[in-house]
């Protein structure tokens, strides 16, 4: 048995300069299981006492699979949105020497550090009917507070730092030299960002998107303020099991629970496989 | 002529990196830009590439006036020292760029393009490496990639940022020879900057010194190293000793010898630098009015040359260093402690430096 584990431990060991390779992976499981899967593992143990029919109705009831609908919906819009914003914001940021250039720098970070409920009343309070911004909206037909779309600005404001954060480092190191060759070889400052630029910068973008996704799908605090949470059209699944535990449901709160688990995960994991490639592609 | 710089000017901020540089290249030539770091001469190749954009001057490219135009309307091929490759591509894909981003009316056909594609990568020897990523690729193997991403647009100029300046000793030699042969070969008009003076005189037909944004002199090796026109070109091409003396009705003094004042010298009178190159130095038995005593404090054999240093008891000049082949040898073995008498067989005087 030991023998066995050993081998199998030296097999993928990859030789090289950082020795220390068992205790370290030794740790990083320990760890990662205290504070992540046992944890996880409670959602899935209280899941399954309700046994795989109750499970299954209790997931697909048309309000639980709208409320999953709008979550992971909006966490995506949003984290789409976030990814030109994002890239702009940092492109101007790292390249442009501007006054001010550092107090931006700072406001970008302060979605991560502002309580997501001041976040939500600021937000509600500029797009609601009477809001400095929704008043003129709202002669045009156009609602965005108590809507999935005021859903969507709050993830949007919420995961912006997450994309900013991650292309910044990767735009500061870009050589410009590259930029200036594919210049010199004739491209247009368009064919020069998509052939050269873009593609050294794909990998962090992407990873931004999956961090803004996985903190919109997880976000709680803003949205619920800005949606309206109106059931089948407005409610976001972390409320729907904050109800469903209030009514003390706790069986159907992680069964839910358990969806979004799984959802976000293969997600994610959908993602990092895309960005591995990209970035493999990329430094061979 | 395919380059003519007239009065190109050049400042970052308060720095001025070019003051009004007149600079003329002939078709097909190699030239080298050589001097100390923050001459200039990078960012010369940088504005005769368009990536800078001069302050006041004019820069023609084969008649037309490119001064006002961008790098990507100048056609001029520039390899960076740093390679600069486009790592997420494969060495065909590097080099296919140039063609890949022109208009729809110009490109190539794909069966054109690999044509055209493939040919550079031969000339480069290259051969079987196409579908390599640049992080795949030693150092001289990559400058050669940049070489042919630069040449398949077929540039009217070729510009090379310190071509060789990351690369060890070895590679350098050899990859030097071999662009002096590739040059030979395609005759485009090319421009190389370097620091390094055995590179400029080992690759380059002519050579243009530059120091603090200007430039000391235009010549080949030999003009340079024979006749240089300035104090800073004799220091700066190879070792040289510079001698305190002083100049009157066409004579330099030094001690109790005497010299003629070469011809075409600038200086007339005055306090004088007497400048003579080691190999310039000769060896006589005899006191003479043309010679000056020196101590022997060392002597080594270098295989091939005989060198000498010697303290020539003057005033400033704690000692003269001397090179002398076999042949030139004096008949005894030297040792330190030894009296010779050196005479300058050629030499160059200069305005004393401050």
């Not at chain 1, 999935?148 to 735009?171: E, H, K, M, S």
């Not at chain 2, 290259?126 to 050669?144: C, K, N, T, V």
Request: charged residues 20%; aromatic residues 8%; contains cysteine.
């Amino acid at each position: 048995m030991t023998a066995t584990a050993t081998n199998s431990i030296s097999r993928w060991r990859v030789s090289g300069s950082l020795p220390g390779f068992g205790p370290s992976l030794g740790y990083t499981l320990l760890y990662l299981s205290l504070i992540v899967l046992i944890p996880l593992a409670m959602i899935l143990l209280r899941a399954s006492e309700l046994g795989l029919d109750a499970f299954i109705a209790k997931v697909s009831s048309p309000r639980a699979l709208a409320s999953l609908r709008i979550s992971f919906g909006c966490a995506l819009i949003a984290a789409a949105i976030n990814m030109p914003i994002g890239l702009l914001l940092a492109w101007v940021i790292s390249r442009y020497p501007f006054p001010g250039r550092r107090l931006v720098d700072a406001l970008i970070d302060l979605p991560i550090a502002l309580p997501t409920a001041v976040a939500g009343i600021a937000l509600t309070a500029l797009y609601a009917r009477n809001g400095w911004l929704g008043q003129w909206l709202a002669p045009l037909g156009i609602e965005l507070a108590f809507t999935p779309a005021g859903i969507v600005i709050a993830l949007v404001f919420v995961g912006l730092p997450f994309v900013v954060r991650t292309v910044q480092p990767v735009l500061q190191d870009i050589e410009h030299e590259q930029e200036e060759a594919a210049e010199s070889l004739g491209a247009t400052p368009l064919q020069t960002f998509v052939r050269v630029s873009l593609p050294t910068i794909a990998p962090a973008l992407l990873t931004g998107f999956a961090l803004a996704f996985a903190r919109g799908v997880g976000e709680y605090g803003s949205v619920i303020f800005i949606a309206g949470n109106m059931p089948m059209i407005s409610e976001i699944t972390p409320l729907l099991i904050v109800t469903q535990l209030e009514q003390y449901d706790y069986a159907g709160a992680t069964a839910l629970a358990l969806v979004m688990l799984l959802g976000s995960f293969a997600l994610l994991l959908l993602i990092n496989s895309l960005q591995a490639w990209l970035a493999h592609r990329g430094r061979r | 002529m395919s380059i003519e710089i007239r009065n190109l000017r050049k400042r970052f901020g308060g720095f001025t990196a070019l003051h009004g540089v007149d600079l003329d290249i002939h078709d097909g030539e190699l030239m080298a830009l050589l001097g100390p770091s923050g001459c200039g001469k990078t960012t010369l190749l940088r504005l005769i590439a368009g990536l800078e954009s001069a302050d006041a001057g004019s820069i023609h490219l084969h008649g037309r006036d490119v001064t006002a135009l961008g790098a990507r309307h100048r056609g001029v091929g520039f390899v960076f020292q740093h390679y600069a490759l486009f790592r997420h591509m494969n060495v065909f894909e590097n080099i296919a760029f140039g063609l890949r981003v022109r208009p729809r009316a110009t490109r190539p056909r794909e069966p054109e393009l690999r044509q055209k594609v493939e040919r550079v990568i031969d000339l480069v020897q290259l051969g079987g490496m196409a579908q390599r990523f640049p992080d795949q690729l030693s150092g001289g193997q990559r400058q050669r990639v940049a070489l042919a991403r630069a040449l398949i647009i077929e540039p009217n100029v070729l510009l090379l940022d310190e071509p060789f300046g990351a690369l060890d000793a070895q590679v350098r030699r050899q990859l030097r020879r071999w662009l002096r042969r590739l040059h030979d070969e395609l005759h485009v008009t090319s421009v190389f900057v370097t620091h390094d003076q055995d590179e400029a005189l080992d690759v380059a037909d002519r050579i243009v010194l530059l120091n603090h944004g200007r430039i000391e002199q235009i010549g080949n090796a030999q003009q340079l190293q024979d006749r240089p026109a300035s104090s800073f070109v004799g220091r700066f091409l190879g070792e040289i000793n510079q001698l305190p003396a002083s100049l009157a009705e066409e004579r330099i003094s030094l001690g109790d010898s005497h010299w003629p004042l070469p011809a075409g010298s600038e200086v007339k009178s005055g306090a004088v630098d007497l400048c003579v190159r080691p190999y310039d130095l000769h060896w006589t038995e005899r006191a003479g009015p043309s010679s000056f005593p020196a101590t022997v404090t060392d002597a080594r054999w270098l295989g091939g040359r005989y060198r000498v240093e010697l303290d020539p008891a003057l005033a400033g000049v704690p000692y003269v260093t001397a090179e002398w082949s076999r042949t030139q040898m004096p008949p005894r073995e030297l040792q330190a402690g030894d009296v010779v008498h050196l005479q300058p067989a050629r030499y160059a005087v200069f305005a004393r430096a401050g």
